[in-house]
């Protein structure tokens, strides 16, 4: 059976600095999606929010999610991340997106129910 529209994933990241392998987990399948050819959507939530930070977090496992992030959006993975998520981590204000990591956007929640409504086969980690 052959689908005249190709199947999008999302990855949706709760994970953070807490448990950055199970995080990087996420992105690096992310990342064998994008790399396949499949379209590939990130969405950063609750406290993995702070990876979208542009100030850096360090500890064990830090850089390798930060990697993999540039890796996503070099790919052209779509990343965002939870507005409401980002001002209560990043301080992000909804109309300056200056305090968050190159090509992470600010989303709402509404944008991963369209995306699943849309048919997008959806994991969290």
């Known amino acids: 059976m052959q689908n005249d529209q190709q199947a999008t994933l999302q990855v949706i990241i709760t994970s953070g600095p807490e448990d ?11 990342l064998v ?4 050819g499949t379209p590939t959507r990130v969405f950063l939530t609750l406290r ?18 930060y990697l993999a992030l540039e890796g996503l959006v070099a ?3 779509e990343v965002g991340a939870c507005s409401a998520c980002l001002h209560k981590h ?8 200056s305090t968050l990591r190159a090509g992470i956007r600010p989303a709402g929640l509404m944008s991963v129910v369209h995306k699943t409504m849309s048919g997008a086969k ?3 980690f």
């Open 20 to 30: 950055p392998d199970k995080a990087l987990f996420g992105l690096q399948l992310a």
């Open 33 to 36: 999606s994008i790399s396949s």
């Open 48 to 65: 993995a929010s702070q990876w979208a930070c542009a100030r850096s977090l360090s500890g064990a496992g830090a850089s390798e999610v």
């Open 75 to 77: 790919a052209g993975a």
């Open 90 to 97: 990043c301080s992000v204000d909804s109309e300056d997106s």
């Open 122 to 124: 959806t994991l969290t």
